[in-house]
């Protein structure tokens, strides 16, 4: 079966500085990788996919991720970030007959 | 339009209660799903319905109890919970088919308070 991981359970970071938040999966078959934002009482709003073709995944609101199957990674950057990127992240797998799997997430906390 | 709708956004009930908890979805979707969060954590996948049939059932307790009258509505009956059940229930909907297409949509979850 298909796992996730999310290294970071905090990543700080000040306004208008990049970030990445790294995932990492496993599977011994092909993937299907997520990124969703929770933001403070609200639901999962996705922000990017891989499902195949081109290994760099632009998003919503400048972010974007690489898919890396060598190194079996999915992390997700955003060059400048603001105060209102504030939330949590998880990033999830998806292979074929398997459910939807996220990480444990990591909160992006901005700060001015 | 990705859009999942949720109701009630919260609720509080007694463990003697019963009580509902509605999703909606006009996106032609026919696989939906009731995920269970904690505070802090990950969702939980709690049922999955596929073409309005129960296709999934993460062993939940019966106190759950799902329903799909249709293929745009999607129900969860609540009964005789315990406070450990006071969480975030998001409520998520996909089309059916290829892997490729089964990306999930998230509504806005009804925060659940099991007093």
């Known amino acids: 079966a298909q796992s996730v991981t999310q290294l970071d359970s905090q990543v700080p970071v000040f306004e208008e500085a990049p970030v990445e938040l790294r995932c990492n999966y496993s599977?011994?078959?092909?993937?299907?990788l997520f990124w969703y934002v929770q933001y403070p009482n609200q639901g999962l709003q996705l922000l990017l996919k891989y499902l195949s073709g081109s290994t760099l995944v632009k998003g919503i609101n400048g972010f974007e991720a690489e898919f890396n199957k060598s190194q079996t990674s999915f992390h997700l950057r955003k060059p400048s970030v603001h105060i209102s990127d504030t939330a949590e992240y998880f990033c999830?797998?998806?292979?074929?007959?398997?459910?939807?799997?996220f990480g444990t997430g990591t909160r992006l906390l901005v700060s001015p | 339009d990705t859009e999942v709708t949720q109701t009630p956004k919260h609720l509080v009930m007694g463990m003697t209660n019963k009580k509902s908890l509605k999703c909606e979805q006009h996106m032609g979707h026919r696989a939906m799903y009731w995920y269970k969060q904690k505070a802090k954590k990950p969702p939980e996948l709690m049922f999955v319905y596929s073409y309005e049939k129960l296709s999934i059932n993460e062993s939940v307790p019966s106190r759950f109890s799902p329903e799909c009258p249709n293929s745009s509505l999607l129900n969860l009956h609540l009964h005789a919970l315990q406070p450990e059940d006071s969480a975030l229930y998001l409520c998520a909907s996909s089309q059916v088919g290829p892997v490729s297409q089964e990306t999930q949509y998230f509504g806005p979850g009804t925060r659940l308070l099991v007093l």
């Open positions: 999830a797998v998806k292979t074929l007959f398997q459910k939807l799997v």
């Open positions: 599977s011994s078959v092909s993937v299907y």
